[in-house]
Each structure stands twice: as structure tokens, then as C-alpha cells.
């Protein structure tokens, strides 16, 4: 069974930084892409970074320049680095692995971790 387990949320204040990360445990042979993505009450689960096992990346709009994601392949980990952090990126933060099977993909989500920046 596959488990990804987020950690490092909380409340910050504007302008400040947090650091999330979320693990991967399991009979895992290979993570594809890992990813960041959050989700405000009333609207729909955004991409906020992912980066490829090779450690190309993607930032939403919203993050270019602000925040860095990075993953660490032999501890199936990814990391999320959120500096200069605004009220507008309140939101419960989930984590996402494509993981790789003889078959095929399948995506795995974590729980969410809530992340609230005070104005």
C-alpha cells in the first residue's frame, strides 16, 4: 500500500516562509512525477509545482519566484520551499506521486496539510 505523508504546514505571517515536504512509503520501485497542489474551500484542487524524477519542474504563475520544489529520489521525498508568502496562498496543500507500476501509473494524493498566512 501506498502512503504519502505531507508535513511542515501551519501559520505564518505575510511576507515570511515555510517548508513542506511529504514522504513516500510502500512497495515503491520508481516515483514518476511528484507534485504540489492546493485547494481553497469552494474551489478546485490547483497545481501549485511538480518536478520530474530527472528534476525538471513546473510552477504555476502564482509560484514562479517564490517558491522552489525540489525531491530527494532515494528518500521518495518531495519538498516545498514557500518564501515571501501571501494571504492569497492560504489553502490546505496536497501531495502527489505518480508512481510507476508493471502496468502502468496510478496517482497517489497525501492528506493535505493546512498552510495559513495572516495579513
Known amino acids: 500500500q501506498v502512503q504519502l505523508v505531507e508535513s511542515g504546514g501551519g501559520l505564518v505571517q505575510a511576507g515570511g516562509s515555510l517548508s513542506l515536504s511529504c514522504a513516500a512509503s510502500?512497495?515503491?520501485?520508481?516515483?514518476?512525477?511528484m507534485g504540489w497542489y492546493r485547494q481553497v474551500p469552494g474551489k478546485q484542487r490547483e497545481l501549485v509545482a511538480n518536478i520530474s524524477r530527472g528534476g525538471n519542474t513546473n510552477y504555476a504563475d502564482s509560484a514562479k519566484g517564490r517558491f522552489t520544489i525540489s525531491r530527494d529520489n532515494a528518500k521518495k521525498t518531495v519538498y516545498l520551499q514557500m518564501n515571501s508568502l501571501k494571504a492569497e496562498d492560504t489553502a490546505v496543500y496536497y501531495c502527489?506521486?505518480?508512481?510507476?507500476?508493471?502496468?502502468?501509473?496510478?496517482?497517489?494524493w497525501g492528506q493535505g496539510t493546512q498552510v495559513t498566512v495572516s495579513s
Open positions: 510502500g512497495n515503491i520501485l520508481r516515483i514518476d512525477v
Open positions: 502527489q506521486g505518480s508512481v510507476r507500476w508493471d502496468y502502468g501509473v496510478n496517482d497517489y
